[in-house]
């Protein structure tokens, strides 16, 4: 969480919530740019993998990947959750500490592997077109951007838990002794900003992703609506993303973060 945000003493919803705003940018960009090459297929397959090799390039980029971010010092915050963390190593550089606004249990919340299913799975083709240009290295690392991006924002569910438990312990309390995850996922749920939040990614990833171009009567620039087909993301994609996977999943974070919130 940036500082303003999650950094001070007072964790606020409403910053909270604008830093997941901004956290939008970072994954509608991220799509943008992995949507720059083809499915290439090949890069998910384990079968052309090289000697000693196990698993596909792309787990295979992001495991390495992973050692070299954990080596630079990243995954120290509750948010930043790798996707393979065992036997990652220590930071080679000092770090600087984050505020301790959460419960320490904070750090045993993950939902990765169901990420990474829904990624692969599901959303990979909902925004490449079929297709195999070769460049393959350079496609995992996009796709490591996109799941990174995902991650982090989903991730971020430890801390709007920690408000919404802080602004009303008197409510959160009863289930969470209860273990109730049912009554849990009904007082945090607001129907009202799921809405609000499925239409602001559609319309960023509609003005993010147009042609910018000088054109005088381009009625883009003006204001005006780029057409969805020539957007390099198709927008709805974008709420689709939101509505059946991110904000369900930031859910399940911070009903698993509530329930451990009194251990
Ligand atoms: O803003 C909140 O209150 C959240 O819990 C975050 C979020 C989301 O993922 O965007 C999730 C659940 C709510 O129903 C609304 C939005």
């Known amino acids: ?143 490591f951007a996109c799941l990174q991006a995902i991650s982090r924002r989903i991730h971020c569910g430890k801390y709007v838990a920690e408000v919404k438990f802080k602004d009303s312990p008197q409510d959160y309390t009863p289930p969470i002794h209860a273990k109730d995850s049912n009554a849990l996922m009904n007082l945090l749920t607001f129907k009202a900003v799921e809405e609000k939040v499925k239409k602001r990614v559609e319309k960023k990833a509609r003005i993010f992703g147009q042609n910018v171009t000088l054109e005088e009567d381009s009625v883009n620039q003006q204001g005006g609506n780029a057409c969805d087909s020539e957007c390099k993301v198709d927008p709805k994609v974008l709420s689709k993303l939101y509505d059946l996977w991110v904000m369900p999943l930031t859910k399940d974070v911070e009903v698993e973060y509530l329930l451990r919130r009194l251990d």
């Not at 990947?65 to 915050?77: I, S, T």
């Not at 600087?96 to 320490?104: A, I, R």
């Not at 829904?118 to 393959?136: A, I, K, P, S």
């Open 1 to 143: 969480m940036e500082a303003g945000a999650g950094a001070g003493e007072q964790l606020s919803l409403g910053a909270v919530r604008d830093q997941l705003i901004r956290e939008e940018d970072s994954i509608v960009f991220a799509l943008i740019e992995r949507a720059k090459r083809p499915r290439n297929a090949p890069a998910y397959s384990s079968a052309g993998a090289g000697a000693g090799v196990g698993g596909s390039l792309a787990e295979f980029f992001v495991r390495e990947a992973e050692v070299l971010h954990a080596k630079a010092g990243h995954y120290q915050k509750p948010e930043d959750v790798p996707f393979f963390s065992q036997d990652l190593p220590p930071p080679l550089f000092p770090t600087k500490g984050y505020p301790k606004v959460l419960h320490p249990s904070a750090s045993r919340v993950c939902v990765n592997d169901a990420i990474w299913k829904m990624y692969f799975d599901e959303l990979l083709q909902l925004f490449t077109v079929d297709g195999d240009d070769g460049n393959y290295a350079e496609t995992v690392a996009l796709d």
